[in-house]
């Protein structure tokens, strides 16, 4: 199956700093990558659908200019988390559609990147 | 919302036997899928049930879907201890943005060997 990749896996930064985690479709192209957030034994939290090409499009509550989204190729999206604070800590994964049939997509899941901020 | 919520928060059961979870969600899909997590780990496809069809199978996995109650089973049998993960369902709704789900709160599953 398609292959999403993470990076970094993990990532620890002091308040203040900004941190950008990389998300990489390996063997296929995604127009569209999707950012979640997940803090632990809970549920993913769709925070914005990267797009190729133009402005990512963000979930209500989501501050754009805190997590800064750039798909810059049909392969590459990256977020950046700018002046982390503790609160940021938590599990972020992206997720690309598959190509399925007859418009029933599944979703292919990176492994996630743990930021934790101190 | 469109949430999913699955049924139990927790489930913990011995190898061989069969595991049962629940989801429900609230407004029209498009189809519901199942997805496992192990431990600080991404997500793993599993199935995807179309709101037409009520009934699928993948090897072990048995998923049914009643959109009248907005409910979806995931029946996992002859549990493994390597089944030990988090199971989520998701809902993508009628007219959403390709690929935009909504995902539950999960089911931490333990079998036990």
């Known amino acids: 199956g398609a292959v999403v990749s993470q990076h970094p896996s993990r990532v620890i930064c002091k308040s203040g700093t900004s941190v950008k985690i990389e998300c990489r479709s390996l063997?296929?192209?995604?127009?569209?990558m999707f950012w979640y957030r997940q803090f632990p034994k809970k549920s993913l939290m769709l925070m914005a659908t990267?797009?190729?090409?133009?402005?990512?499009?963000?979930e209500q509550g989501v501050e754009k200019d805190k997590f800064l989204i750039n798909h810059a190729s049909l392969t590459l999206s990256t977020l950046t988390v700018t002046s982390a604070h503790p609160e940021d800590s938590s599990f972020y994964i992206c997720?690309?559609?598959?190509?399925?049939?007859?418009?029933?997509?599944?979703?292919?899941f990176g492994p996630g990147t743990r930021l934790t901020v101190t | 919302s469109q949430q999913g919520e699955e049924d139990p928060q927790a489930l913990s059961i011995q190898e061989g036997e069969n595991a049962t979870m629940n989801c429900s969600y609230k407004?029209?899909?498009?189809?519901l899928q199942w997805y496992r997590q192990n431990s600080g780990r991404g997500l793993v496809h599993l199935i995807l049930?179309?709101?037409?069809?009520r009934e699928k199978h993948s090897g072990r996995l048995r998923v049914t879907l009643d959109t009248s109650k907005k409910s979806s089973s995931l029946l996992i049998t002859a549990s493994r201890a390597a089944d030990t993960a988090s199971y989520f369902c998701?809902?993508?709704?009628?007219?959403?943005?390709?690929?935009?789900?909504?995902f539950g709160r999960g089911t931490q599953l333990t079998v036990w060997p």
């Open positions: 997720s690309a559609p598959g190509s399925g049939t007859s418009g029933y997509y599944e979703q292919y």
């Open positions: 063997d296929f192209q995604a127009t569209t």
């Open positions: 990267s797009n190729e090409g133009s402005k990512a499009t963000y």
């Open positions: 407004t029209s899909i498009n189809n």
């Open positions: 049930i179309r709101s037409n069809e």
């Open positions: 998701a809902t993508r709704g009628r007219g959403s943005t390709l690929g935009r789900l909504y």
